[in-house]
């Protein structure tokens, strides 16, 4: 009766418009209230009554009021839904449909039916679906939420359901393109020179099909070098605008995840016609440069197409034993590709030198490689260290892409150019800060410049620890994409243009065709636009994502056991937070997650600095970034692929009076 009193429902908005708002993004916790988080800052309870309204993530208004004597919200107005497409398990709760979303802190059921031509009667407890949310309780005259599922992606016990399941959550293909029926090279008014006498080599991973790239070197009397790069031509193949190219487009890259890659291109060009194997013809396109005893490019650079024969099929495990032990086991050169094998590494050698004395070199961190089984069990997972080998075809590759940079802003002004803008303009002076507490010999001004920035990244290398490093990159600018050249300062460069790997990313496959203008002097067929960079970013970015979701989820599997076990690992911190830590562990590249309670259970008695990214305790500094230390895992949430880990070393709690007479001299200090 009351509910349907005009009057009343009068007052009660009445009184809603009087009270304060705040607009804010809900946070749910495992006990079902929640809070309003508005700015990062300020943070109002919600009752779980309240909490039904929302979910985990959801921007929204709410009403502030007064409740019990404690402050809380009332969420209002839905601002922006967390939840829109999603993946989820089916749940059937009396028998009619129901999804629960794959997320950590969302676990309640939605309601849910199918869409049209999806049968319902094939979902079973536990598939896994993609679904969209269709109803709001804040929206319109809504009570529940309400989603639609629109595609099955696996059964609920499919060993593949980490690799289909991610694909889906990210919206990735999980096929190659459909393959032609036959290919045909296209006229491109180039003449290809023959260097099919010449001994090119190749040196990849031992099972790598698509081999892009192959090596010619020649050593001089004098100690310079002369190289030749010639890579794989897709372009020679694909005509811009067609089909094939507009799919590679869409795709952007060769997803490579744990056990598996999905192509960017047909696998019968990738692997077999493009592809650089021992023995076979193959169109390629060509660099050629001069480079100096001290390891300095020179001015004589050249792009041109070709015809190559590869002369070595070679992989970097075979050939780092050479270098590295004089012998390798199975396997022994010729002496032509013996004579390829040590101009090459004479070449890289230069090339390092120069860069760690005048830009930037990386320290090497290894590639973690899983070890499936036939029916996709984890059987182990490798650490694959960066060898000698690794080291000559990188300089080779950085190479030819300074080259590419360098002729295509010369003769376009423009191109797919990778680039890196030191630190964030509006970080710089907390940067700075930072610095001049660690002594560190910069001034301001320096780091604005190219030269500068490179100084310092080669005198973080330098120090003892990484903890300088890793503080310092929370200021600095992300690694971007453009149409247009630029400074790559991370890498201590003053132009970058990948067109290395045309048969796994889109953007190398328009600077192809760039530089075949430039060999044909004509103007190019495909030229990037200012939308080009945000485009690869966001290929990059949600390949990466896949990539890490797979790989956690595997992790989950393999270290099950570990907890039972209580295997020790060492670990590297690689985040701090207010919450705990995060580390890496060295042994086989998990990821977990400390949190502060696990390393000591007393609010009092630690801090966990983000700002500073240390760990303080009874004021002493106990972790930092870049800190190895042993950990054990102490959970495995199969559910939501977390680890969570504790330090095997012990914090023991201290009586009243230790406390007290530490705080005195704390304060007396």
């Keep these: 009766m009351f509910q349907d009193n005009p009057l009343l429902a009068q007052l009660k908005k009445q009184i809603q418009e009087s009270l304060p708002k705040k607009e804010g993004q809900i946070k749910a916790t495992d006990r079902g209230f929640g809070?309003?988080?508005?700015d990062g800052k300020d943070s109002v309870f919600i009752p779980p009554n309240y909490m039904k309204k929302v979910m985990h993530g959801d921007r929204v208004v709410a009403v502030i009021r007064t409740e019990k004597?404690?402050?809380?919200?009332?969420?209002?107005?839905?601002?922006?839904?967390?939840?829109?497409?999603?993946?989820?398990?089916?749940?059937?709760?009396?028998?009619?449909?129901?999804?629960?979303?794959?997320?950590?802190?969302?676990?309640?059921?939605?309601?849910?039916?199918?869409?049209?031509?999806?049968?319902?009667?094939?979902?079973?407890?536990?598939?896994?679906v993609v679904a969209h949310m269709t109803r709001h309780p804040l929206v319109g005259d809504n009570k529940t939420f309400f989603c639609e599922i629109k595609e099955k992606i696996t059964d609920s016990e499919d060993k593949i359901a980490p690799w289909w399941v991610t694909l889906a959550r990210h919206d990735l293909p999980n096929a190659e393109p459909a393959p032609q029926n036959n290919w045909e090279m296209l006229e491109e008014g180039l003449v290809r020179e023959d260097l099919t006498d010449l001994p090119f080599i190749t040196i990849d991973g031992e099972s790598t099909k698509d081999m892009d790239d192959a090596i010619y070197t020649i050593a001089k009397d004098d100690g310079s070098f002369e190289i030749t790069i010639a890579i794989a031509d897709p372009t020679s193949y694909i005509q811009v605008g067609s089909d094939m190219d507009k799919e590679a487009r869409e795709r952007g890259f060769t997803i490579y995840l744990p056990g598996r890659n999905i192509p960017m291109l047909p696998r019968e060009l990738s692997d077999e016609l493009c592809s650089l194997m021992e023995n076979e013809k193959r169109p390629a396109l060509c660099c050629r440069a001069t480079i100096d005893k001290d390891g300095v490019i020179g001015d004589d650079i050249t792009f041109f197409s070709a015809w190559v024969r590869s002369q070595g099929r070679l992989n970097y495990d075979d050939v780092s034993d050479y270098l590295e032990h004089g012998a390798a086991e199975n396997w022994a050169p010729d002496a032509v590709i013996e004579a390829q094998i040590k101009a090459l590494q004479a070449f890289a050698n230069a090339r390092s030198d120069w860069r760690s004395k005048h830009a930037v070199v990386f320290p090497d961190r290894p590639d973690y490689r899983f070890e499936l089984s036939e029916d996709n069990d984890v059987i182990a997972i490798h650490t694959d260290p960066r060898r000698t080998a690794n080291r000559m075809i990188e300089e080779a590759m950085i190479t030819a892409n300074i080259c590419a940079g360098r002729m295509l802003q010369e003769k376009f002004g423009k191109g797919v150019y990778n680039f890196h803008n030191g630190f964030?303009?509006?970080?710089?002076?907390?940067?700075?800060?930072?610095?001049?507490?660690?002594?560190?010999?910069?001034?301001?001004?320096?780091?604005?410049?190219?030269?500068?920035f490179s100084a310092l990244r080669r005198w973080l290398n330098a120090q003892d620890t990484t903890y300088l490093d890793n503080r310092l990159r929370k200021f600095q600018a992300y690694s971007e994409v453009g149409n247009e050249p630029a400074a790559h300062f991370a890498m201590g460069l003053d132009v970058y243009a990948t067109w290395t790997s045309p048969i796994?990313?889109?953007?190398?496959?328009?600077?192809?065709?760039?530089?075949?203008?430039?060999?044909?002097?004509?103007?190019?067929?495909?030229?990037?636009?200012?939308?080009?960079?945000?485009?690869?970013?966001?290929?990059?970015?949600?390949?990466?994502?896949?990539?890490?979701?797979v790989a956690d989820w595997l992790y989950v599997r393999l270290l099950k056991d570990a907890v039972k076990k209580e295997t020790v690992f060492t670990a590297e911190v690689f985040d701090i937070n207010r919450a705990g830590m995060r580390v890496r562990v060295l042994e086989n590249g998990a990821s977990a997650f400390i949190p502060a309670p696990l390393i000591l259970d007393n609010k009092e008695r630690i801090e966990c600095n983000g700002e500073l990214g240390i760990i303080n305790i009874d004021k002493v500094r106990e972790f930092q970034l870049g800190d190895h230390f042993e950990i054990v895992l102490s959970e495995v949430r199969e559910a939501t692929r977390q680890l969570v880990a504790k330090p095997v070393k012990q914090f023991p709690e201290v009586t009243a009076q230790e406390n007290a007479d530490q705080q005195a001299v704390t304060e007396k200090a």
């Design 69 to 128: 004597e404690r402050e809380v919200a009332e969420p209002q107005e839905l601002v922006e839904q967390f939840l829109t497409r999603f993946i989820g398990r089916v749940k059937l709760i009396k028998d009619r449909l129901n999804v629960v979303p794959d997320h950590p802190q969302l676990k309640d059921a939605i309601k849910a039916r199918t869409v049209k031509g999806l049968n319902p009667e094939t979902l079973k407890e536990g598939d896994w």
């Design 504 to 549: 796994r990313k889109y953007g190398d496959m328009i600077n192809h065709r760039m530089l075949k203008a430039v060999i044909t002097g004509q103007e190019p067929v495909q030229t990037p636009d200012e939308t080009i960079g945000e485009e690869i970013s966001t290929h990059r970015r949600s390949h990466r994502m896949a990539e890490r979701d």
């Design 424 to 452: 964030n303009p509006e970080k710089l002076d907390n940067a700075m800060e930072f610095l001049t507490n660690a002594n560190a010999p910069f001034e301001k001004e320096a780091l604005l410049s190219l030269e500068g």
């Design 35 to 38: 809070f309003l988080e508005v």
